[in-house]
């Protein structure tokens, strides 16, 4: 019991860490930066359109829901305060479980939110909401905007299928710029 | 060096003319090139601005997502449509080159703040700036153009084409309607310079020029014919005085003369008998000058008559010399080549009168003892009569003015007496009787006076 825990403690050192490391190596706040760039600028370029009460013309807030810890809740919450998606204000959270999910409109999923993609599919089936993740693999596991890096540049790839699916249309101005379009 | 006091009237017109028309025609294509040139430069201007326009537009999603190669695209795409822009750039908002494309073959423009929106000119290209702004207003870059004037060349050419040939016309055009025109002003003026030419050779002064209209010439011509008629007039009145005076001076001296004559019959003291021959050599002379004189105020009103009749003209030579003889004591008069046998229709007095002239002539402008000839030449229509001397001659600018009226070769007129008139007066009754008179002559070598006379109806004698 004791080796166990040593080998468990031992193990999650590494791993924070490892991963301390690789914060270091990477900017992260340059990248979560851009990414929250980025996540405002989607809502230019994406129209809830099943459900007249998350329409982007109302006056209720949009809301943005970050699940898991993420370097994205301090550039987005810096952009909420001074700018507006369309007439709306936009309204940023952090929350730690899908169960906190309720009627936000845009459902960023972090790296380190344990559950991954799957545990947000399931719960969100075909809702309204707009899912964003940030792993390889996920855009084909359904999410409908997933950022990845390549070439030292942040990109992005888009399933249209599960965000049609979702009543969320996304503009072709931003999926001409999309690496990957899954239909 | 020609000054433009030399050019003729006629010629001064046209060139006016021609030179007004060039310099109003180059002023409206100066005016016409350049709002042509200005109005391709605005246009280009604003087609360009708008293309940036588009370009920016299309790019602001690229921007945002940092997708370089999509703006490249876009560039790449657009510059099809657009084939003059040789290069393009996309800047972002801090000034960094986002995406840029140059056309194939050409230098690479770097394009230098500030990026704001403008545009200039150099000697090729157009340069635009034009910011990328979003629907809030906010500015996401820049667009910058290079463009080829490609078409300013081509404008310029044709416009210049497009000059030249109607410059051309125009001058073409100027010259005929100033040639045309001219015809109004200078012909009327050559014309009355022609009358006046013509007045002066043959001394009519009744010739009127036509007075067309009222302009300023029509007002010199008629002035001018009422100056001749001033001058008609004068004249008129001088042969009137000259005819009433040789009527009135002639009654009394024919009856000195008479009375001379019978003096001179009857006998005297020699002296007084040389006295009276003198007075009555003086007489005679002054009772044929005023028988010449008589003779021109006839001719000159018109009223000579002749008193046609057939007759032979080897008579009439030979009567003539025998005549001539009696008073030129000094030369020899000799009939030379053969006869002509023939008759002539004409005024026998007046005919031996223009003879005895030449005659006279030879001798008193001849020196003593010199020989004087007379000849006749025939051909079918008419017979010569020449009197040839060897004396003092006559300059060749002289030949045409010794048969006018009171005209005195410049050499004869203080030596040797005369009034001007013997040459006038035959040259009429020669043109009377449709003949010619002329004379061959020259400086100190002799001359030859000659007239001929049409042989109409001719017959030989038997
Ligand atoms: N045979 C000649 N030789 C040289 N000069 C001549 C001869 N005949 C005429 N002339 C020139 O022509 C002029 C005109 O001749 P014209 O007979 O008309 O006048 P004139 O002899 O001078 O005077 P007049 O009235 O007495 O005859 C003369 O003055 C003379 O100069
Ligand atoms: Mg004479």
Known sequence: ?183 | MIGLRDFSIKNKLVLMQVLTCVLVLGLCFAAFVITDINGYKGRKVASTISFAQVIGSNSISAIQFLDNEAAEKTLFDLQEVETDVVNASIVDSRGKIFAAYTRPNQTTHVFKPPFRNRHWFDDQYLYVYKNIVDQQGQIFGTVCLQVELSQLEAIKKQKFEIAFVLLFVGIALAFLIAYLNQRYISAPILNLVNVMKQIRENSDYSRHVDVIGKDEISILSSEFNNLMDEVANSHRKKDEFIGIASHELKTPLTSVKLYLDALSKMKHEPLVHTFILKSKDGVKKLHNLILDLLDVSKIESGQLQLNHKDLSIDDLIDECIQDAQMNIVNHTILREGTKCDKIIHGDRDRLEQVLINLLSNAAKYSPNGTSIAVKTVTSDNDITVSVTDSGIGIAGSEHKKIFGRFYRAKDSNSVISGFGLGLYICSQIIKRHKGKIGVDSQEGKGSTFYFTLPLNGEQKLS
């Open chain 1, 1 to 183: 019991m004791r080796i166990k825990q040593f080998i468990f403690i031992f193990l999650t050192s590494i791993l924070v860490l490892s991963n301390y490391a690789f914060q270091v190596r990477q900017p992260q706040g340059q990248e979560y930066n851009l990414k929250a760039a980025f996540l405002y600028r989607f809502l230019d370029y994406v129209e809830w359109n099943n459900n007249s009460s998350w329409n982007n013309t109302t006056e209720d807030p949009l809301r943005i829901a970050i699940l898991g810890e993420s370097g994205l809740y301090g550039p987005l919450m810096e952009i909420s305060r001074d700018k507006k998606a369309g007439t709306r204000t936009i309204r940023v959270r952090q929350i730690n479980s899908v169960s906190e999910i309720g009627s936000s409109q845009v459902i960023f999923v972090s790296r380190n939110y344990k559950y991954g993609i799957d545990a947000v599919l399931n719960r969100m089936l075909d809702k309204p909401a707009l899912i964003i993740s940030e792993q390889k693999g996920d855009v084909e596991k359904g999410s409908h905007i997933n950022f990845l890096i390549a070439d030292n540049k942040l990109k992005f790839e888009v399933n249209l299928k599960t965000a049609a699916r979702s009543g969320i249309k996304i503009g072709s101005q931003l999926l001409q710029h999309a690496t990957l379009i899954k239909k």
